[in-house]
């Protein structure tokens, strides 16, 4: 009886080929992988002017803003009252442009909390406007 | 040839990304409901430090308004958004001016959030 011989033989690809493929995935994944954020929010802000500061009180609703503190009109509100509040004051004005929020900051206000505010006021329905006190060069006399 | 190719392929995806700023230290607001934002011709950024930078570049605030009206240039409405990332703590005195100067150059501003997990 003859007995067939396989002649296949293993094939094993060359090792060295190893690290330059590790290489390069190393390399792809570190150019693929982005830690930054790709989301956020839309906001409208409309163009501001120069004007001369009014003396009559103006008919917007104000939003003053310090460090840790919020305040609609002059009176200092609760983060969680802040929404309903300005929601009732904006109830009764169909047209956009009586719905215009004045926002001030104070200088030391940081980004988070203008964020929650300004958040809240688009979420009442107001159209946000910045205000913010011009800085000017003072020069002695000498 | 596999290789070639590849390699080519990572050189070109870094270059693409040479105006990035993810080599900023920022950390980012967190807010809810936020949305995709999607392709910017602009990036502003104020970092930690409260430095400002343009698409990876620092620049002074008087710099800005300019720079951005001719990087949005005749852009239609829809294509002139502009990424603003500012760092949680960093002040008014610093990131008022820059959403002012978005404003006025007419871009549409994007403020790049993190999601707030409730």
């Known amino acids: 009886m003859k007995v067939r011989r396989s002649t296949k033989l ?11 493929i590790a290489f390069n995935l190393i390399v792809f994944f570190l150019v693929c992988a982005s830690s930054a954020p ?3 929010r839309r906001q409208n802000i409309p163009r501001s002017e120069t004007v001369p500061q009014q003396k009559e009180k103006s008919q917007h609703v ?7 503190t919020m305040a609609i009109n002059g009176d200092v509100v609760r983060p969680r009252d802040f929404v309903p509040q300005l929601r009732r004051l904006l109830a ?8 215009v929020v004045v926002v001030k900051s104070r200088p030391e206000v940081p980004y988070h909390h203008w964020i929650t505010a300004t958040s809240g006021i688009e979420e009442a329905g107001g159209i946000i406007t910045i205000q913010r006190e011009e800085e000017r060069e003072v020069q002695i006399p000498q | ?10 050189f070109f995806v870094i270059l693409a990304r040479a105006n990035d700023d993810s080599f900023l230290n920022w950390q980012p607001a967190r807010a809810k409901n936020l949305e995709a ?6 990036s502003v950024l104020i970092d930690a ?3 400002l930078f343009l698409n990876g570049r620092q620049l002074g605030m008087s710099q800005l308004p300019q720079q951005i009206g001719e990087l949005l240039g005749d852009a ?5 958004t502009v990424l603003l990332k500012v760092h949680r703590e960093a002040q008014a005195l610093y990131y008022e001016p820059v959403i002012e100067a978005i404003s006025e150059a007419g871009g549409d501003l994007v403020h790049v959030l993190e999601e707030l997990k409730e």
């Open chain 1, 92 to 99: 009764g004005k169909p047209r956009l442009e009586d719905r």
């Open chain 1, 62 to 68: 104000e939003v003053q803003l310090t460090r840790t």
């Open chain 2, 37 to 42: 934002a999607g392709y910017a011709k602009a």
């Open chain 1, 38 to 40: 790709d989301s956020g």
């Open chain 2, 1 to 10: 040839m596999g290789d070639i190719a590849f390699n080519l392929l990572i």
């Open chain 2, 49 to 51: 430090d409260s430095r």
């Open chain 2, 76 to 80: 239609p409405a829809g294509q002139r």
């Open chain 1, 10 to 20: 293993l094939v094993e690809p060359s090792a060295v080929t190893t690290g330059d």
